[in-house]
């Protein structure tokens, strides 16, 4: 089994271990979509590129009925995409890599793909992929993990828990999930809430927003984002240099990036030349 292979069944297991499909009303695309501010949902048709179980798939159609959402994923997640999204008559869900999409050039008026490419091994290939399938002047918005050279804390952190991962993605996906279900609590009572409270005032502030996992909302908040830390096979980190010039240098201008809220990573966008 190959890398790309591991990666997909790793996140597979996240998407098929819940057995009942429920549509969500907020998700990361909501996050997106308010660090953005302008529409991301424009034209005729417009691509989820690596879209998990579908909730963004969903949500971005659901709001949007006029718009055509193709929903690409690699994993067997594309069957909770296909139930979740059964009553809505403009999502087309394709079972596929975003490295090497099965679409003509020049057909998608957007793209957007949330937490996708940091896990491929190509990075700089994807979003050539990517670009290469949306029209001239439209937009691709991703998100891209942070690699945190410029919090020293996080980077530090960062760099233990990739020493830890080249032994915990051996793990079983099972026990993994186990772990990190009982592990999240702690990390919320240590790390997330103290960052709660020190934001809220001026001398602790910055201190509050510099803590890892900063964004835990409850004691198993965190299961989901340290089962992704630790079992994910494939995860490349971006300054917010080395993002800019991925986007510069496979062809879009006017690249946009922001940090996105209450997560750790950024929010990044450009046009087609």
Same mark, same amino acid.
């Not at 790309?4 to 909501?30: M, R």
């Not at 980077?155 to 051996?170: D, E, G, P, Q």
């Not at 996906?173 to 999240?184: R, V």
């Given at each position: 089994?190959?890398? /790309?292979?591991?990666?997909?069944?790793?996140?597979?297991?996240?998407?098929?271990?819940?057995?009942?499909?429920?549509?969500?009303?907020?998700?990361?695309?909501?996050?997106?979509?308010?660090?953005?501010?302008?529409?991301?949902?424009?034209?005729?048709?417009? /691509?989820?590129?690596?879209?998990?179980?579908?909730?963004?798939?969903?949500?971005?159609?659901?709001?949007?009925?006029?718009?055509?959402?193709?929903?690409?994923?690699?994993?067997?997640?594309?069957?909770?995409?296909?139930?979740?999204?059964?009553?809505?008559?403009?999502?087309?869900?394709?079972?596929?890599?975003?490295?090497?999409?099965?679409?003509?050039?020049?057909?998608?008026?957007?793209?957007?793909?949330?937490?996708?490419?940091?896990?491929?091994?190509?990075?700089?290939?994807?979003?050539?992929?990517?670009?290469?399938?949306?029209?001239?002047?439209?937009?691709?918005?991703?998100?891209?993990?942070?690699?945190?050279?410029?919090?020293?804390?996080?980077?530090?952190?960062?760099?233990?828990?990739?020493?830890?991962?080249?032994?915990?993605?051996?793990?079983?996906?099972? /026990?993994?999930?186990?772990?990190?279900?009982?592990?999240?609590?702690?990390?919320?009572?240590?790390?997330?809430?103290?960052?709660?409270?020190?934001?809220?005032?001026?001398?602790?502030?910055?201190?509050?927003?510099?803590?890892?996992?900063?964004?835990?909302?409850?004691?198993?908040?965190?299961?989901?984002?340290?089962?992704?830390?630790?079992?994910?096979? /494939?995860?490349?980190?971006?300054?917010?240099?080395?993002?800019?010039?991925?986007?510069?240098?496979?062809?879009?201008?006017?690249?946009?990036?922001?940090?996105?809220?209450?997560?750790?990573?950024?929010?990044?966008?450009?046009?087609?030349?």
């Amino acid at each position: 089994m190959d890398s /790309i292979d591991k990666t997909a069944k790793t996140y597979e297991y996240l998407w098929l271990k819940n057995k009942n499909v429920a549509p969500v009303y907020k998700w990361h695309f909501d996050s997106m979509q308010d660090a953005i501010v302008k529409p991301i949902v424009t034209g005729l048709m417009g /691509i989820d590129a690596g879209s998990g179980c579908g909730y963004d798939t969903y949500i971005m159609a659901k709001n949007n009925p006029p718009v055509k959402i193709i929903s690409l994923d690699i994993s067997d997640g594309v069957y909770k995409t296909k139930e979740l999204t059964k009553e809505l008559s403009n999502v087309w869900v394709v079972k596929g890599s975003v490295l090497n999409m099965p679409f003509k050039d020049n057909v998608f008026d957007f793209a957007y793909s949330f937490g996708v490419l940091h896990h491929t091994p190509a990075p700089k290939r994807g979003l050539k992929e990517i670009g290469r399938v949306i029209k001239k002047e439209k937009a691709a918005y991703l998100y891209l993990y942070e690699d945190h050279s410029e919090n020293m804390i996080k980077y530090f952190i960062l760099k233990i828990v990739a020493v830890l991962r080249y032994i915990t993605i051996m793990i079983p996906k099972k /026990i993994l999930h186990i772990f990190s279900f009982l592990a999240s609590p702690f990390v919320v009572v240590f790390f997330a809430y103290p960052s709660k409270i020190f934001r809220r005032f001026r001398l602790t502030k910055r201190l509050g927003e510099e803590m890892p996992f900063n964004f835990g909302t409850h004691l198993f908040s965190l299961t989901g984002d340290l089962y992704d830390r630790f079992g994910a096979p /494939i995860e490349f980190r971006f300054s917010r240099k080395q993002a800019q010039n991925l986007f510069s240098e496979n062809g879009f201008h006017d690249v946009n990036i922001t940090r996105l809220k209450n997560t750790a990573g950024w929010a990044i966008w450009g046009y087609k030349n």
